[in-house]
């Protein structure tokens, strides 16, 4: 019986691999959040954009 390239792995979904290649790491997951004063912000843009949206011309596609 031929031994199998890579051993089961205990969790997570099984990744492929092939002779003398490295298995893909995990999936990392990143969240990012305004800091307070990032979020003080918000008003302040939220008035350039509509003000944008009444003085300047539409793009055009």
Do not use: D, N
């Not at 307070?36 to 954009?49: C, H, K, R």
């Amino acid at each position: 019986m031929a031994r199998p390239l890579m051993p089961e792995a205990s969790s997570g979904p099984a990744m492929p691999s092939w002779p003398g290649s490295c298995p893909a790491p995990p999936p990392v997951s990143v969240s990012y959040e305004l800091t307070p004063s990032g979020q003080a912000l918000i008003p302040a843009l939220e008035q350039i954009a509509q003000w944008a949206e009444e003085h300047l011309p539409p793009e055009s596609s």
